[in-house]
């Protein structure tokens, strides 16, 4: 017999299973959602003291399947019409017995896209594949986005009212759709893991839940497509930047990638990820997930600081920076520039994102400049660049980290 967290690990793998059945087979997303949720509730409460049924994925679409019909069946007796009734499959069709276990066919990768198609914003595409793909509750997503939790299953309600309104289909994007759409897809997982990795605001650094939700997903995505070179590039980034985790805070204190002590990095994700790398940079064209997980690979390749391979990092990063290039990549390059030139080259770099309106408002270009004048010796100027990065972030452990720096120089 399984314990409760045993159990509560196989529902969450489990969910989005069951809900892409239910929504390919009668096609509305909401209904569906919500009889799964009603058959979860029951396998939480049954599971744990009865034992896990032998085939606990038809069980639970069974379970969830017989909730919507009878919902189905109320809804059309209370309303009285024939006609509601005509549009739907009749209820002894759709009854599911246990012991019918539905086909293994598991549409989760289709339920990924639906979750992720362009009709809806970035925001309600990355509440809802948390949700129906990644199988988190309502209340974890609102704490891991530290919004209330009202305002975000009001979010998620606008995405599946949106989906039932513009007639989404539920299906894999046609060949000539698909490489927008999947680009969709990795983009939303990426967001998903950069927030847990280095949560945007409040008290903690990282949330393991959402890194472990979007690797999860990854490994999913890159199952059904291994040769899709940007997948494997995602998730071989994913694995080698989430190898450094437990290194990367020291008594609840950001430590940052040059001081992390090696010893604690995973090891077996580096293996893996970096295997994912060498499969990776095989496929043709290069994408930008592919670049920075060979960047990624460099780090966690050297023993200590010194070995890293700085020139071969900022030569991938002059490659991203020019088939992807963004304000993000080119803070990155300079950091690397520094690194191999000296300071002031990675100084000159930044001059070119001064008016950046989507670095204006964030910390980021404040904290990259303080590093940089203070590996140039220019110490007074650092101490104020790390304040003004300090004012501006809404993380407490990277305001504390750049807190302490500005101390550390003026103690000078």
Request: proline share 7%; charged share 25%; hydrophobic share 45%.
């Amino acid at each position: 017999m399984r314990s409760t967290p045993e159990v509560e690990g196989l529902l969450r793998e489990l969910a989005p299973q069951a809900l892409a059945a239910l929504v390919r087979r009668y096609g509305d997303f909401g209904t569906a959602e919500d009889a799964v949720q009603e058959a979860l509730l029951a396998a939480a409460l049954r599971w744990p003291a009865e034992g896990v049924p032998e085939k606990p994925r038809g069980w639970l679409i069974a379970v969830a399947a017989n909730k919507l019909v009878d919902w189905r069946r109320r809804e059309s007796a209370r309303r009285g019409k024939e006609a509601a009734a005509a549009g739907f499959v009749p209820a002894e069709a759709l009854r599911v017995s246990h012991d019918d276990a539905p086909p293994d066919r598991d549409d989760s990768l289709a339920l990924l896209f639906l979750c992720c198609h362009p009709a809806l914003a970035r925001a309600a595409q990355v509440a809802l594949t948390l949700r129906a793909v990644g199988g988190l509750t309502t209340a974890e997503i609102a704490t891991a986005y530290l919004v209330p939790e009202a305002t975000m299953a009001q979010r998620i309600v606008r995405a599946k009212q949106r989906i039932r309104s513009t007639g989404i289909p539920f299906a894999m994007p046609e060949p000539d759709q698909r490489a927008a759409r999947l680009s969709a897809v990795r983009t939303v997982l990426y967001l998903i893991f950069n927030e847990g990795y280095t949560a945007s605001s409040g008290p903690v650094l990282q949330r393991t839940e959402l890194t472990g939700e979007a690797i999860r997903l990854a490994r999913q995505l890159h199952r059904l497509l291994p040769d899709e070179g940007e997948v494997t590039g995602l998730l071989a980034l994913m694995l080698l930047t989430e190898a450094r985790r437990d290194s990367r805070t020291r008594d609840g204190a950001l430590v940052p990638l040059l001081e992390q002590d090696r010893s604690r990095w995973d090891p077996a994700l580096i293996a893996e990820g970096t295997g994912l790398v060498e499969a990776a940079l095989r496929t043709a064209p290069v994408g930008p997930y592919q670049l920075q997980a060979a960047i990624a690979a460099l780090h966690v390749e050297a023993r200590n600081p010194a070995d890293t391979d700085w020139p071969q990092i900022l030569a991938l990063y002059q490659v991203l920076d020019r088939i992807a290039p963004s304000p993000v990549v080119t803070l990155n390059r300079a950091v690397a520039a520094a690194m191999v030139h000296g300071p002031a080259a990675g100084l000159a770099l930044l001059e070119d994102l001064a008016g950046e309106p989507r670095l204006a408002a964030g910390h980021r270009l404040s904290a990259v400049r303080a590093h940089l004048l203070e590996m140039a010796g220019r110490y007074p100027e650092a101490r104020d660049g790390y304040r003004q990065a300090a004012g501006t972030t809404t993380s407490l452990p990277e305001r504390n980290y750049l807190l302490s720096r500005a101390n550390r120089i003026a103690e000078r």
